[in-house]
């Protein structure tokens, strides 16, 4: 009985997190329908364990657990591959962001040489 407790307090805990930070995770609306499902198929499996055993019954797995795992290893790839593809999003954000700025910082010199200023008068990046 206490583990079950402990279960449903760590959930309300990651929901709260999720929650409060809601502005800065940007969940699609998607995603907080899955996690929503989560969290009810969690509550539901904490109090009733013999839930996940039909459930895998019905879907052709012999026991809950296994059922478990398997949901759990396809949740960790769908969670790594999304967390891969928004790295490398932000990878090309930042390879344009900072061609951007050399772009502008290489017409900005250009600009202040015309002008009479000299090569030097501009500031040169890193410096």
């Known amino acids: 009985m206490i583990i079950k407790l402990l ?18 995770t940007r969940f699609q609306a998607g995603k907080k329908l899955l996690f929503a499902v989560f969290v009810v198929l969690f509550v539901a ?12 019954k019905l879907v052709g797995v012999g026991r ?4 478990l795992l398997y949901v759990l290893v396809v949740a960790f790839l ?3 591959m999304n967390t891969y593809l928004k790295f490398k999003d932000l990878e090309v954000r930042l390879t344009q962001l ?10 900005r010199r250009d600009e202040l ?3 009479g200023g000299g ?5 040169r990046a890193g410096t």
């Open 98 to 107: 900072t061609r951007q700025l050399a772009v502008s910082q290489a017409l």
């Open 78 to 80: 769908f969670a790594s």
């Open 64 to 67: 809950g657990a296994d059922l």
């Open 45 to 56: 499996s904490v109090i009733q364990p013999d839930l996940t055993t039909r459930a895998a």
């Open 7 to 24: 279960l449903i307090v760590a959930l309300l805990a990651v929901a709260i997190t999720f929650l409060r930070k809601r502005h800065a």
């Open 119 to 123: 090569p030097d008068a501009a500031p």
């Open 113 to 115: 040489a015309a002008a």
